[in-house]
């Protein structure tokens, strides 16, 4: 019924750039809050950043604060994550998740995850 699909991953420089998107498709009806969440190997899944459907009200973990930037699209159905100065410290595989209500139950959001893209920071 619905799909949320990352891109923009990559191999990077410290201190270099790279913005990630996440296309939600299939029988979307609607899609309240998107969250970005990150998992380094062996490590647990870490809570990055959140923005709601009015993009009013974002949160993001300390460790990112003034370096990454959370937005939406949602003519586009499209989140994205930019992601500046990056660290070494920020190599994980950076996932989508979302809250989504289908056109076939317009009432009930269901909570959504993407695949994963990679971001390596390394020199």
């Known amino acids: 019924q619905v799909q949320l699909v990352e891109s923009g991953g990559g191999l990077v420089q410290p201190g270099g750039s790279l913005r990630l998107a996440c296309v939600a498709s299939g029988s979307v009806f609607g899609i309240n809050s998107m969250r970005w969440y990150r998992q380094a190997p062996g490590e647990q899944r870490e809570l990055v950043a959140i923005?709601?459907?009015?993009?009013?009200?974002?949160y993001y973990v300390d460790s990112v604060k003034g370096r990454f930037t959370i937005s939406r699209d949602n003519a586009k159905r499209t989140g994205y994550l930019q992601m500046n100065s990056l660290k070494p410290e920020d190599t994980a595989v950076y996932y989508c998740n979302a809250d989504v209500a289908t056109s076939s139950n317009p009432l009930v959001a269901t909570q959504y995850w993407g695949q994963g893209t990679q971001v390596t920071v390394s020199s």
């Open positions: 923005i709601t459907r009015g993009g009013i009200t974002n």
